[in-house]
């Protein structure tokens, strides 16, 4: 497929088929993640990979209230095959930034004007949406609600010093008729609406 198709293409899918995914789709998506950019290469995110039905449940179940099993957006995402948390690590970029080669002496957090841990694991992420695409799936990035963060550490072993910065949900697509996304209400934007060239204008 053609990179401007598999762009164009791209959607939030909230509802899969119960086809599993092939191991090695997945392992072409979390190896095309890892080509994402990473500010001095320093490469500080991990994915946590929930590919067995027992795992994934678990995952919903640490992620989710009892209460929520009505809600339709839920339903769908919770037909999903495959789950995977991307995770970023800030000790890594302070590490790697007080390495002689960048000439800082210490790991000082208001050297950087955003994190760019997270922006850096974000852009993995993105690769792993594009490359579903490609393959011929349906995937949805999405948060994980803050005060489940601790239930979802604990059952999944993931370390203090990584962060999930949300989860992707990865499958077979089927028409949603769960849960509308916002791009079903609200028109996409015009380039000429958000490209500023030589000068910012309104």
């Not at 302070?94 to 080669?101: G, I, N």
């Not at 994190?115 to 949805?140: K, R």
Request: hydrophobic fraction near 40%; charged fraction near 30%; glycine fraction near 8%.
């Amino acid at each position: 497929m053609e990179f401007r198709e598999v762009v164009r293409r791209r959607r939030m899918v909230r509802r899969y088929d119960d086809r599993p995914v092939d191991r090695a789709v997945v392992d072409r998506a979390l190896t095309h993640a890892t080509h994402a950019p990473s500010a001095g290469f320093s490469q500080g995110w991990g994915f946590l990979v929930l590919d067995e039905p027992a795992d994934v449940e678990a995952f919903w179940a640490a992620t989710t209230d009892p209460g929520d099993d009505a809600d339709p957006w839920l339903t769908g995402m919770r037909t999903a095959p495959v789950v995977i948390v991307p995770c970023s690590s800030k000790a890594a970029y302070l590490d790697r930034y007080a390495e002689p080669d960048k000439g800082w002496d210490d790991r000082d957090e208001a050297r950087w004007p955003v994190p760019f841990w997270h922006l850096d694991a974000a852009m993995a992420t993105l690769l792993i949406l594009l490359t579903a695409v490609d393959e011929g799936l349906g995937a949805c990035y999405f948060g994980i609600p803050p005060e489940h963060l601790g239930a979802l550490r604990e059952r999944f072993g993931i370390p203090d010093d990584f962060d999930p910065i949300g989860a992707v949900t990865l499958g077979h697509r089927v028409p949603d008729t769960g849960a509308k996304g916002s791009a079903a209400t609200r028109a996409r934007r015009d380039t000429a609406e958000v490209v500023h060239r030589g000068r910012w204008t309104r």
